[in-house]
């Protein structure tokens, strides 16, 4: 596969992934509505945050692709977080299940740092990039706790 396919095809894949779960969900985000946690951002910073975050988390995927080639062990922790992150708007927006979805962000969690570590032993600067998203899960982590303990 040609490098340039390489980088645009990581790029590609979960920025238009999170647009389409955004796109369907959107008739049921009710964030607006909800009593949220010290230090909720406004709506208007998600889907920036995301986007940036699907592209460095498709960047670090086509970094480590183009470096050494393609790794079963990468691709399975990529894509498997990448479908357990798609899914959780589904679960806290769509069927309002809070306690379940911040169950499902623990296991985000988990399945991110996986994905760092992998992505870092495979090609440091891949790892790196991990980080923003990283935090970011975690910190969305604490928003769907507070929502829910919030608004039970």
């Not at 590609?12 to 999170?18: E, N, R, S």
């Not at 440091?124 to 303990?149: C, D, E, H, R």
Request: cysteine-free; proline content about 6%; charged content about 10%.
């Amino acid at each position: 596969m040609s490098r340039i396919r390489i980088y645009v095809q990581s790029l590609l894949i979960p920025l238009a992934l999170g647009a389409v779960v955004g796109f369907v969900t959107m008739g049921s985000m009710d964030y607006d509505t909800l009593v949220k946690p010290p230090l909720s951002p406004p709506p208007i910073l998600f889907p920036i945050a995301w986007s940036i975050l699907y592209a460095l988390m498709g960047l670090g995927y086509a970094l480590i692709w183009d470096k050494t080639g393609e790794q079963r062990e990468v691709n399975l922790i990529y894509y498997v977080q990448l479908g357990v992150n798609l899914l959780w708007p589904f679960a806290f927006f769509v069927l309002k299940w809070r306690l379940f979805a911040f169950i499902w962000l623990l296991l985000l969690d988990v399945l991110a740092a996986v994905m760092l570590a992998k992505f870092y032993k495979k090609y440091k600067l891949a790892g790196y990039l991990q980080i923003p998203y990283m935090a970011w899960v975690l910190f969305a982590s604490y928003l769907n706790l507070g929502v829910y303990l919030l608004n039970k």
